[in-house]
T-cell receptor, first 116, second 111 residues
């Protein structure tokens, strides 16, 4: 499809396990964003890439969270030693150009992560 | 910390009624976007406003950016069940800044 694709759609893990969430942005989109969304709340910014460069990771909650986009297209968000408070929907978005908030962001449908 | 507060948090109305959702902040934003999100899906952009006092219309939806660029409103005329969803405002403090999302307003329109 032509939209942002995220996988898996649902992930259940035991506390302490590592997880990896994948995002395929729209082809040709320069910017890629990761957000964390708690139930009924607005998304909260985690990190941002321009091509392969991670320009802002100020929203990552702890050093257990790590994101990469090695070839400037697909991105992976990794969470190590998961904890129950990591349970949330993780959203990925891409935009055609760099321009931060002035550019429309196209969102995937998210990965719902549940930590038992 | 959410810099953008939305009100009301929840709204349940009958089909055909009008409603207004507010997005307020003590900070100035260079631009503000409104998104709608349905269950199990990602947010979908409705509009971007960039000029203080700007008003944009999208069919039955009217968006306004405050003169001081600290607040915005979304007005829906004659709401339809298809308008049901989570409405999110999101602001950027500069053209190159990341988006900060509001707390969200969950709207339910009853047939």
């Amino acid at each position: 499809g032509a939209g942002v694709s995220q996988s898996p759609r649902y992930k259940v893990a035991k506390r302490g396990q590592d997880v990896a969430l994948r995002c395929d942005p729209i082809s040709g989109h320069v910017s890629l964003f990761w957000y964390q969304q708690a139930l009924g709340q607005g998304p909260e910014f985690l990190t941002y890439f321009q091509n392969e460069a991670q320009l802002d990771k100020s929203g990552l909650p702890s050093d257990r969270f790590f994101a990469e986009r090695p070839e400037g297209s697909v991105s992976t968000l990794k969470i190590q030693r998961t904890q129950q408070e990591d349970s949330a929907v993780y959203l990925c978005a891409s935009s055609l150009e760099w321009g931060g908030g002035n550019q429309p962001q196209h969102f995937g449908d998210g990965t719902r992560l549940s930590i038992l | 910390t959410q810099l953008l507060e939305q009100s009301p948090q929840f709204l349940s109305i009958q089909e055909g009624e009008n409603l207004t959702v507010y997005c307020n902040s003590s900070s100035v934003f260079s631009s503000l976007q409104w998104y709608r999100q349905e269950p199990g899906e990602g947010p979908v952009l409705l509009v971007t406003v960039v000029t203080g006092g700007e008003v944009k219309k999208l069919k039955r939806l009217t968006f306004q950016f405050g003169d001081a660029r600290k607040d915005s409103s979304l007005h829906i005329t004659a709401a339809q069940p298809g308008d049901t969803g989570l409405y999110l405002c999101a602001g950027a403090k500069s053209s190159g800044d990341k988006l900060t999302f509001g707390t969200g307003t969950r709207l339910a329109v009853r047939p």
